[in-house]
């Protein structure tokens, strides 16, 4: 995912910001009701998902009416205090958030691991109470660090938070992001490195959210890559290379090509629209990108 800043600043406002959101059991059960529910309109071998972020000039309810008349299942990186505006719609949220501390200040330096750990496991037992089973979270940025060092302090600070990801089956997400166009300085911008942490961390609650426009910019070899560490990934991002826009023939990429690679690996969760629309008709280039992925 690329984050602009207006992505950041929401970050910063949600962060740790999840007392509001007790949520009843009835909500959860729609929410799961919702994850289970296949949308006749589209093929079924890939579940859809897109990110609100790339949205924000659309209000989420008019967002989640257009992902349902599209055939989408969830809206994900929503905080705690839109969940229930997706379980109104029926939709569930493959990725939420609302903890941690932005992108940069992240579990590789130990400095922020009490605030971190403290900041997860106030919203885990949330994200599994409103049906959701995954949260995301970042290496942060070097710094001056090295990536040895850096690996080592992020799997003690995760290992701190797994226990609690366990008891409540919730996966820890970390992110690759490129360090080229977008991120200067993340640490987790390579795929080896992801998967090396995670096999240091050793939970089954631990996995990688392989984004395919940053892990173009950084590495390319997308399909090739999705087949030898499938089973580190958890989730997928999509978008347009160069740019972050539109996933049609004006960019490099070939979806169908990555879908179907995907889906041969046996994944069943989900892949988000996260690419930046450039036409004046947004919705209309979302409905698009989901065609695109949407492979018999």
Aim: proline share 4%.
């Amino acid at each position: 995912m690329s984050y602009s800043n207006s992505r950041r600043s929401t970050i910063k406002k949600i962060a740790g910001s999840v007392a509001f959101a007790s949520l009843g059991s009835s909500l959860a059960s729609r929410l799961e009701a919702a994850e289970n529910v296949l949308e006749p309109s589209l093929k079924g071998k890939i579940n859809h998902s897109v990110c609100r972020w790339c949205y924000q000039s659309i209000e989420l309810e008019d967002l989640c009416k257009a992902a349902k008349d599209i055939g989408l299942q969830s809206v994900e990186l929503v905080g705690p205090e839109e969940w229930p505006i997706l379980a109104k719609y029926g939709l569930t949220s493959a990725l939420p958030w609302g903890a941690g501390m932005g992108i940069e200040k992240g579990f590789n330096d130990p400095q922020h691991h009490d605030a971190l750990v403290k900041s997860y496991e106030e919203l885990v037992p949330l994200v599994a109470k409103a049906g959701f089973n995954q949260i995301i979270c970042f290496s942060g940025n070097r710094n001056g660090m090295s990536d040895e060092q850096g690996m080592e302090n992020a799997a003690a600070g995760l290992k701190r938070l797994m226990p609690t990801a366990e008891k409540h089956k919730v996966n820890i997400v970390m992110e690759l992001l490129n360090s080229k166009v977008d991120h200067k300085d993340y640490m987790c911008d390579r795929t080896e490195w992801g998967v090396a942490l995670v096999d240091k961390v050793g939970s089954p609650q631990f996995k990688l959210l392989y984004d395919i426009y940053h892990m173009q910019i950084m590495e390319g070899d997308i399909i090739a890559t999705i087949k030898k560490y499938h089973t580190y990934i958890s989730h997928y991002h999509t978008g347009g290379v160069p740019g972050r826009n539109e996933i049609d023939e004006t960019q490099e990429l070939n979806y169908p090509a990555i879908m179907k690679a995907i889906a041969e690996t046996g994944y069943k969760g989900f892949v988000a629209q996260e690419f930046i629309p450039k036409r004046t008709d947004k919705l209309a280039s979302l409905k698009q990108g989901v065609q695109i992925c949407d492979i018999a």
